[in-house]
C-alpha cells in the first residue's frame, strides 16, 4: 500500500467517525458531570491502548490545550508494581479490576480501551465498575466486542483494522479531553 492510499483509509475512517457526533456528546456530558461532581476518570488499556490511557490521563492532570485546574484522572497502566503484583497473585486478567476495586469510587468513570473489546482484563474490571456504581464507558472497534454489552455507553469507532481503531481511539480521546476542559476550566 502506498502513502497515499494508507492516508486516503485514514480520511475515509475519520470521516465515517463523525457519524458518532451524538455518541461524543454523551460521552462528553458523562466526563463532564462526572468531574464536576468531584470524580474522576479511570483510564486502562492493553498494548498502544496502554499508551493511550496514559496519554488521555495526563492531558486531564496536566494540560490539554487550555491552562486551568488539573482534572482528575489516572491510568491502571502505569503501576509496575501493582501489574506484576496482582498479575503473580490473582492472574493477568485482574490486574485493572483489582486496582480499580481499590481506587475507584462510586460516579467515577472507567473507560475500557481495547480494539477488540474482548480483551478479558478490562471485561474483568467493568464488571467491578459495574458492581462499584462506576460509570462504564468502552473505545473500540466498530464491533464494539463483549464490552459493548457491559457499558453505559460504547465509543465503537468504524474500523476492524488495529492500527486504524488506534488512530481513532486518540483522537476520540483528545476530542472529550478538549470539551471537558472547555466546559470545566472556569468550574474546578
Known amino acids: 500500500m502506498s502513502f497515499e492510499n494508507y492516508c486516503q483509509t485514514v480520511v475515509e475512517n475519520f470521516e465515517a467517525l463523525g457519524a458518532l457526533e451524538k455518541v461524543m456528546e454523551n ?3 458523562i466526563w463532564v458531570q462526572a468531574l464536576k461532581r468531584g470524580n474522576k476518570i479511570i483510564f486502562c488499556g492493553n498494548g498502544g491502548s ?3 490511557s496514559q496519554h488521555l490521563a495526563a492531558e486531564l492532570v496536566g494540560r490539554y490545550i487550555l491552562e486551568r485546574d488539573s482534572l482528575p484522572s489516572i491510568a491502571l497502566t502505569v503501576d509496575t508494581s501493582a501489574l506484576t503484583a496482582i498479575a503473580n497473585d490473582y492472574g493477568y486478567d485482574q490486574v485493572f479490576a483489582r486496582q480499580l ?11 475500557g480501551i481495547t480494539t477488540s473489546g474482548n480483551s ?3 471485561l474483568a474490571a467493568a464488571k467491578v ?9 468502552g473505545f473500540t472497534g466498530q ?11 460504547c465509543i465503537k469507532v468504524p474500523s476492524d483494522a488495529t492500527n486504524h481503531i488506534q488512530e481513532m481511539h486518540i483522537a476520540v480521546g483528545h476530542y472529550l479531553c478538549g470539551i471537558a476542559e472547555n ?3 472556569d468550574e474546578v
Request: with cysteine; net charge positive; proline share 0%.
Open 120 to 122: 478479558a482484563n478490562i
Open 101 to 111: 476495586s481499590g481506587l475507584g469510587k462510586s460516579g467515577d468513570v472507567f473507560v
Open 50 to 52: 496502554a499508551s493511550d
Open 143 to 153: 464491533s464494539g466486542g463483549k464490552l459493548a454489552e457491559v457499558c453505559d455507553l
Open 183 to 185: 466546559r470545566l476550566r
Open 27 to 29: 460521552a462528553a456530558d
Open 129 to 137: 465498575a459495574r458492581k462499584m456504581g462506576i460509570s462504564v464507558m
